[in-house]
């Protein structure tokens, strides 16, 4: 009589564990280590349910290491925090990886969903647009001059890129449709083509001398403070206080219908109670 081997045992050698994984997380901005209550997982499309998730959990210093890795298996790597974005590898490891010493691995702290962001503190808050966007002809019909509907007096605290935190656009079409102008403050009484008038209001991208006489004035992101990351979806693209001269700003496409207002190295942030992550847009 031939004896049968348990469900178990036969799973055992289905897996047939090989190799395993060390890795380090280090923080993209900071450049030191991320710890905290994290844990590294690895998921592999397996017809072996053993072999489908490990799991590593990262220790003080940032490091992980990846055990019993199934040699036939391919594993995906992502954190227990979803919105902690591993970069600087590939996060498809083989099962049958031959042991190494432990590999640096940046992780950053971006938005799971797609749209304009503050990272402050490690935290993300969500920015809305200010307000429509509407537009007038000079008064010579030259030239069409967007200003936003609503004219901007106080800003919320997630509108003010302060020392110390980050404006994040999330996803590449937003990174590449947006782009950034000088918002520029109006005191007087415009008049415009077929007899407009608008006092006392903002223009986006243009400065006026008098109603016959204006220039269109553009603003450029310093791209040493500007660090982008990612690809397609998931690409990020993080913009310091300083990448801008202090002032006040309109970020928006060319066709957009609204738009969105930012302080650039403005003062401490005033308190606002936070916007959920996926209001970033």
């Known amino acids: 009589m031939h004896s049968l081997l348990p469900l178990a045992a036969l799973s055992l050698f289905a897996c047939a564990p090989g190799g395993e994984f060390q890795g380090k997380l280090v923080d993209g901005m900071s450049g030191e280590a991320r710890s905290g209550d994290l844990r590294v997982l690895a998921k592999a499309d397996s017809t072996d349910m053993t072999c489908r998730v490990k799991e590593a959990m990262v220790d003080g210093q940032g490091a992980f290491h990846l055990k019993d890795l199934c040699a036939a298996d391919s594993y995906v790597m992502t954190l ?30 971006a938005p799971t ?9 490690d935290a993300l808050k969500g920015v809305k647009t200010f307000s429509d966007v509407d537009t007038v002809k000079t008064k010579d019909g030259e030239l069409t001059v967007r200003y936003p509907e609503s004219k901007p007096v106080k800003l919320a605290g997630s509108q003010k890129i302060v020392e110390g935190s980050h404006l994040v656009v999330r996803g590449k079409q937003n990174i590449d449709r947006l782009q950034v102008y000088p918002l520029v ?47 397609e979806l998931e690409q990020t693209r993080y913009i310091a206080h300083d990448a801008l001269p202090t002032g006040r700003y309109a970020l928006l ?3 957009d219908k609204r738009t969105y207002i930012l302080d650039f190295g403005a003062g401490d942030a005033a308190p606002a ?3 959920p992550e996926g209001d970033g847009g």
């Open 253 to 255: 496409g060319e066709g």
């Open 113 to 121: 969903a797609v749209g304009v962001f503050k990272l402050e503190n």
């Open 273 to 275: 109670d936070p916007a």
């Open 80 to 109: 227990s925090d979803p919105q902690l974005m591993m970069t600087g590898i590939s996060t498809s490891i083989s099962g049958a990886r031959e042991p190494t010493g432990p590999m640096d691995i940046q992780v950053w702290r």
């Open 185 to 231: 403050e109006d005191p007087e009484k415009r008049g415009f083509f077929e007899g407009a008038t608008i006092e006392d209001h903002v223009w986006i991208g243009v400065k006026f001398a008098s109603d016959s006489e204006y220039e269109e004035v553009s603003a450029t992101f310093d791209e040493s403070k500007v660090t982008t990351v990612g690809e």
